[in-house]
Nanobody, 127 residues
Framework: DVQLQASGGGLVQTGGSLRLSCAAS????????IGWFRQAPGKKREGVSC????????YYQESVKGRFAMSSDNAKNTMYLQMDNLKPEDTAVYYC????????????????????WGKGTLVTVSS
């Protein structure tokens, strides 16, 4: 079974950093689309950063470019989201997700349509 578990959220001040981790099992990163998504209170879930086995480019939502960096460790089957220079508008529950169809990363970023979702981790950025 595919399982994903995000961790690393917390409370941080504006300008601070956090590193989210997502431990995955039941699939191989090279064969799936994977990504990070977030949902702020009262808002729709949105793509933050996505990539795929078929398209090795990493795509970012415009508002996080230059501040967030997605990476993965295939040996550990873990993906990461390094978040720097955090802003109050980054406050949200962050989710990691995976998809068997292996579309391009920008498709996932736009459609927010994934097969498997982990439980989220809350990131709160205080002003």
């Amino acid at each position: 079974d595919v399982q994903l578990q995000a961790s690393g959220g917390g409370l941080v001040q504006t300008g601070g950093s956090l590193r989210l981790s997502c431990a995955a099992s039941g699939f191989t990163f090279a064969d799936y689309g994977i990504g990070w998504f977030r949902q702020a209170p009262g808002k729709k879930r949105e793509g933050v950063s996505c990539t795929s086995g078929s398209d090795h480019n990493i795509y970012y939502q415009e508002s996080v470019k230059g501040r967030f960096a997605m990476s993965s460790d295939n040996a550990k089957n873990t993906m990461y989201l390094q978040m720097d220079n955090l802003k109050p508008e980054d406050t949200a529950v962050y989710y990691c997700a995976a998809d068997r169809r292996d579309f391009s990363g920008d498709w996932y970023l736009d459609k927010v349509d994934m097969d498997y979702w982990g439980k989220g981790t809350l990131v709160t950025v205080s002003s």
